[in-house]
């Protein structure tokens, strides 16, 4: 049996904002509005203004992390309001809060990134941290957000930074998607992946590779072009159809160890991913081609090559092993791979993509 699963509808470009009330307006009345302190700022009077006469916002800021108390807090919060629909604006964690909420509020969903920098937003499913920032668990939804919306002015205004990471987390989804090709390993539906799938993790690895460092200039100028409107739709979109209905691997349950060292939380997932992919590529023994091909790519945009580049310096086997123990959990997708493994081989593979990485290429 095959599946794959897709947002109900995805809107991008460039003002896009500006036609949320129109959007938000195909959903639902009364809207608990998720934002950031910061997102309050920034998006609150184009929100409310696109809003008037519309539907009617209730703002409510995020404190920070997508940990069970928050969404215990949000959802007593949209009872109270008695909203029936739910909105995140801002990056990964408000965006899986605010699908976490709409869950158990039993509405739909619509979710706008405001960083590109990862492919949670079209997915299925939310990533719960604990309140100090540890990855705890994943929460499968039974369905996919009811509209995904990207402003990529917004995008083209964020920190270069959130784009590249995103760039990072893209970069995967290709070779944790091939992987699952190759090994009949299930993607996040419990099905196998789709041919549509694969076609698509492959393209959005092209896309990256192709319009990376244009979109990077771009955003470093706070402007909108084509390739910068491509790695949007590569991270947000692409990335999100890719790993959610291709399947995931090595790369992330990697990153998901590496979240165990406290060293390693200031940085973004797509960075974490990016070490994990480097792993993946020497512990499912890629050719060096395409070795050469991602280490140049990230070399050239800024994503991390050296383990020290994600804060983590301390190299010693024992100091490092319970990552990769982690990362080869029972529950990880990490035995999507199409071999066995042990905790010391995907240590080994880690340390060798760390030598790579300190490598000039
Ligand atoms: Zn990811």
Redesign the pocket.
Known sequence: MKAAIFPSRYVQGKDSINIIGDELSRLGSEVLCLLSPSGLDYFQTPIKTSAEGKVNLHIEPFNRECCDPEIERLVRCGKEKNVNLVMGVGGGKILDTAKAVAYQLNTPVVIVPTIAS???PCASVSVIYTPEGEYDRYLFLPKNPDLVLVDTQIIAESPVRFLVSGMG?AL?TWFEAEDCKISHGKNTTGYLGTKTAYHLARFCYDMILENGLKAKVACQNKMVNSALENVVEANVLLSGLG?ESGGLSAA?SI?NGLTMLEETHHFW??EK?TIGLLAMLFLTERSQSIIDEVYTFCESVGLPTTLEQIGVTNLDRDYLIPVAKRACSTEETIHNLPFDLTPEIVLDSLLIANQEGKNSH
């Open positions: 990862n492919d949670a987390d995967a790993f992330h990153h997932h797509g991913v």
